[in-house]
């Protein structure tokens, strides 16, 4: 039978095995709450921006459209109202993360709809100052890359530099260990044993591949020896494939 000493000692290890797995278990728990707490200040903060843009836009269209347009006219109250109501639905887009080129077309249509019925050649200064506000909305869209038209999407798939592309993005993550290793320090930091395992490599087939997405700068390691995590450009690298499968997918 064990003496007391060795049993005192078994029951040590087993208590620090214990806490080993608890540390584990916060650990992993602060990991992702960190996560999603940083994702829902983001996703604040953008919230919050938006609604100020949006809230100087709409004290814009009332003080440009009463300055401009015409002041004699008995529809005046009228159109004021209408074009009121566009150019607030307009611009309430900018809360979208992207606007369909479809959306702002259709927009555009109907306000060309309103201008050829217009009953009267005074209306034309009207229209054209609606014109204008809905050109700055657009415009604003712009700047704040939720709107590009396929055209432009197009020229701006032309000048995508074809080495950086290549050499950061598309060849760190052409293989399949690499790809595993960045799906999983996305959900929480690994060990070098704990992606050895994932993986099936070993020694300094795993540190090649490895220092392949340091490289990229997708991951980093904490210090020497330390735990892999994901960066912010690899989060959003993972992110974006994510995107494009579900697209391809559907």
Excluded: W
């Amino acid at each position: 039978m064990p003496d007391k000493k060795e049993s005192s000692h078994n029951d040590l290890l087993e208590i620090k095995g214990k806490l080993n797995e608890i540390h584990r278990d916060m650990k992993r728990f602060m990991e992702q709450s960190n996560q999603q707490h940083l994702d829902t200040v983001l996703s604040g903060s953008r919230t919050n921006f938006a609604n100020a843009v949006i809230g100087h836009v709409l004290g814009d269209i009332d003080e440009d459209l009463e300055r401009n347009m015409v002041k004699k006219c008995e529809m005046r109250k009228t159109c004021k109202s209408k074009f009121t109501g566009f150019l607030q639905n307009n611009a309430n887009l900018i809360k979208q993360d992207a606007v369909p080129e479809d959306v702002i077309l259709k927009n555009q249509s109907d306000l060309n709809g309103l201008r050829s019925n217009a009953p009267s050649k005074q209306c034309e200064k009207c229209f054209s100052q609606v014109q204008t506000l809905f050109g700055k909305q657009v415009g604003l869209m712009r700047s704040l890359q939720i709107y590009n038209t396929d055209k432009e999407k197009k020229q701006e798939l032309s000048v995508l530099p074809d080495e950086l592309i290549v050499n950061d993005i598309l060849e760190p993550l052409s293989n399949k260990q690499r790809l595993q290793i960045l799906k999983a320090i996305a959900i929480e930091t690994k060990t070098f044993s704990a992606l050895s395992e994932l993986t099936g490599l070993r020694g300094g087939n795993l540190l090649f591949h490895l220092q392949k997405l340091l490289d990229s700068g997708m991951i980093l390691q904490r210090h020497e020896r330390g735990d892999y995590m994901i960066t912010d450009k690899g989060f959003k690298v993972l992110r974006s494939i994510g995107d494009m499968y579900s697209v391809l997918k559907s």
